[in-house]
């Protein structure tokens, strides 16, 4: 299982990204896949999520600026990123959870698959 992230980069506070996460290896029906961070000093946090059906979930930091969304047919994930503040500033980790529940989609442990990370950086 092999789940590729891309789409980081160097910004301005305002501006906007949008991240991918290519995902192959299995049968990926009934996944969830979710987006998490690392900011620097700071634990792993959750910033995202999709369910297969297409329910989507936030963080409260970035709710109303983040975008989650999947194409199922590519087995793509995506972040779109808008109004990004220095305080987003991160690598930002996809991942897939085999066995999605509501009640733990928030919690890193329980997704069984990580991509790699990408960087981002909000310059002010």
């Known amino acids: 299982v092999q789940l590729q992230a891309s789409g980081g980069g160097l910004v301005q506070a305002g501006d906007s990204l949008r991240l991918s996460c290519a995902y192959s290896?299995?049968?990926?029906?009934?996944?969830?896949m979710g987006w998490f961070r690392r900011r620097p000093g700071k634990e792993r946090e959750f910033v995202a999520a999709?369910?297969?059906?297409?329910?989507?979930y936030y963080a409260d930091s970035v709710k109303g600026r983040f975008t989650i969304s999947r194409d199922k047919a590519a087995n793509t994930v995506f972040l779109q990123m808008d109004s990004l503040k220095p305080e987003d500033t991160a690598v930002y980790y996809c991942?897939?959870?085999?066995?999605?529940?509501?009640?733990?989609?928030?919690?890193?442990?329980?997704?069984?698959?990580w991509g790699q990370g990408t960087q981002v950086t909000v310059s002010s």
């Open positions: 991942a897939a959870d085999l066995a999605f529940s509501i009640h733990t989609v928030r919690n890193g442990n329980s997704y069984n698959y």
């Open positions: 999709i369910s297969w059906g297409g329910g989507s």
């Open positions: 290896g299995r049968t990926f029906s009934n996944t969830a």
